[in-house]
């Protein structure tokens, strides 16, 4: 079987080194809070080219996070809107609805999956005050116009960028492009914990002053608290996992993006929508998501081929359960999206054997 991701096989290749960090951090006494995740801070602020990086305890937490210091900060208040893509995970979501903040949600363009900035000016209201912007599937969702329309209408631009992990925009970095970012390192993204970790980056030093409290019980000294805050910390042992792993990350972006432009330029099935690409340094490749009318019976060619496949979703969030409010929407692309997506094997531990493989199976369906 050819698995969809194999995480043994990914930490295998930094095994002595995580073993080494791990010991370390045993033996070390101190567990949160300590010199790990600050040295984690400033190499991932310096890999983001970020004046500032703060490690949480996952990615839905730097979210949260972040809209609720805006709250803190009296930038955004409880019922303004927030714009979101329709067709994104459900994290971003729930970290705009856990501030009582309304998010609006906006169809996706087809061919990038990401929010389209030409439809994004219908929808702001007097009550928008902020863009959640998701680099969905490791593709950045930001260009000039929406960055113009930030500035006009005077939004805040955040960015989602838990799949996007140093993907690239005029030089500037995944997460250090708009006002804020929101990372994860569950430990099947780009950049993976081994356990579950998160952080934020930002150049604006009060939000980032404010989110150091508020991911520490709201308190900026021991015992004095300035917000009703959380424990949202990064544990010293995975800051220690992640500095290992972030030396290797541009490598593996580079392997990843070998398995997509053998994919592109390879598979040929007219029953299959390739994915496509701005330019290749916007795009990390977190997943290589094609779009085909009958999944069920192509997910199920491939599986008979041994090939494993996943759906990135297979439920727009409008029609959760959780959601009930949003269910009468109609949001017919992200609902072609949700019912046509299937995302390929994609990693740079596959061998080249594999991806030939899974191409000409795809070819010949
Ligand atoms: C994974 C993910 C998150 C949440 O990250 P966790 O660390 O799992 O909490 C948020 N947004 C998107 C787009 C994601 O893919």
Redesign the pocket.
Known sequence: MIKFLDLQKINAQYNEELKEASNRIIDSGWYLLGEELTNFENNYASYCKSQYALGVA??????RLIFRAYIELGIMSKGDEIIVPAN??I??VLAITDNELIPVFVEPNLKTYNLDSFVLEEVITSKTKGILT?H?YGQIAIDDKMLALCNKHNLKLIE?G??SHGALYNGKVSGAIGDVG?H???PG?NLGALG???AITTNNEELYTAIKALRNYGSHKKYENIYQGYNSRLDEIQAAFLNVKLKYIDKDIEGRRAVANYYLSNIKNSNVILPEVLDDKSHVW?LFVIRTKNRVRLQKYLLDNRIQTLIHYPIPIHHQEAYKNYNHLKLPITELIHKEVLSLPLSAVHSIEDIKHIVSIINSY
């Open positions: 996952n990615g839905l937490d730097a979210l994104t995970y994290a971003s998701v969905l989602d838990a799949q929101a994860s390192f569950y993204k579950d970790a998160g977190h």
